[in-house]
């Protein structure tokens, strides 16, 4: 009796589970045929590489791809050194006790802050408080404030899955504790470095509500002329599109459009994480 019991209960969590996978997969393949239905109809390579004409209502959206590019390069720039030395730190050197707890308590909290709250942070420190001004280097930084939690957060993860008997081995080789970190442990959890850096950049470059107050603007015909100027940005250019523009029907089919160019994007960076980590993986194996 008690077997039957555990065979149903097995097969009611197999069923459980492989429903939940048809109703995720089900939703996705629903938000992926509306978007190529209505988005599809506009693009071309004169919407890809094109700049913007008639207050967006011709011409393309390149400005909008390379901004939104810029930005997740400043992002990285910016987050990944300080959220990979703080994992570091956190994993390797910090000792057990309550300033670890406040730290990791302070990174998760701000895991969870809304994009928008750190848009305001942006503005209040970057665009005023230090004068950057709405600009590339004002939303970049804000943007690896948003990403910087989720990498430090990754790359713990990952350093923890190193196992020790390769620390004890290095040191017991006669190097030191640095030089182990560097040498040894940041090599073997590189797979999964990369995949959680290049995810938290992919979340980095669909976000509105950062870069609405401290980059971007809905119309430039011209190419952002260094870290100073103002930017067009995907995310930003769909909410105006939506929001502000003067000829509804023009502008709805090229936000739709904007919106299948994103997840393109999108989908092409987390495409990019697989390879590095599938590669990072194999010259580990050798």
Not at 1 to 17: C, D, G, T
Not at 110 to 119: K, T
């Given at each position: 009796?008690?077997?039957?019991?555990?065979?149903?209960?097995?097969?009611?969590?197999?069923?459980?589970?492989g429903a939940s996978m048809v109703v995720v997969v089900g939703f996705l393949g629903?938000?992926?045929?509306?978007?190529?239905?209505?988005?599809a109809e506009v693009i071309n390579w004169?919407?890809?590489?094109?700049?913007?004409?008639?207050?967006?209502?011709?011409?393309?959206?390149?400005?909008?791809i390379i901004g939104t590019l810029l930005l997740a390069l400043g992002a990285i720039i910016f987050a990944v050194p300080l959220?990979?030395?703080?994992?570091?730190?956190?994993?390797?050197?910090?000792?057990?006790?309550?300033?670890?707890?406040?730290?990791r308590i302070g990174v998760n909290a701000?895991?969870?802050?809304?994009?928008?709250?750190?848009?305001l942070f942006g503005l209040a420190v970057f665009v005023i408080l230090f004068g950057?001004?709405?600009s590339l280097l004002s939303g970049s930084l804000t943007l690896g404030l948003l990403i910087l939690p989720l990498i430090i957060r990754s790359t713990e993860e990952a350093l923890k899955t190193v196992p020790n008997s390769f620390r004890e081995a290095s040191l017991g080789l006669g190097a030191t504790k640095w030089q182990t970190t560097l040498r040894v442990v940041l090599p073997t959890a590189l797979p999964n470095i990369l995949t959680g850096v290049i995810l938290a950049v992919g979340r980095a470059a669909g976000e509105t509500a950062p870069i609405l107050f401290t980059a971007t603007v809905f119309f430039m015909k011209r190419m952002p002329e260094g870290i100073m100027s103002k930017v067009m940005a995907l995310p930003y250019h769909i909410y105006a599109l939506m929001s502000e523009g003067i000829y509804p029907e023009k502008h709805t089919a090229i936000a739709y459009g904007t919106a299948l160019v994103l997840l393109g994007l999108v989908s092409l960076?987390?495409?990019t994480?697989?390879?590095?980590?599938?590669?990072?993986?194999k010259k580990k194996k050798w």
């Open positions: 009796m008690k077997r039957n019991a555990r065979q149903l209960k097995e097969k009611v969590m197999f069923s459980l589970s629903l938000i992926l045929a509306f978007l190529i239905s209505k988005g004169e919407f890809l590489t094109e700049m913007p004409r008639q207050a967006m209502s011709e011409g393309g959206i390149y400005p909008a959220g990979i030395l703080a994992a570091i730190y956190l994993s390797e050197y910090a000792g057990e006790g309550r300033l670890k707890r406040w730290i701000l895991a969870g802050v809304p994009s928008v709250v750190f848009g950057f001004g709405a960076i987390n495409l994480a697989i390879i590095l980590r599938t590669r990072a993986r």
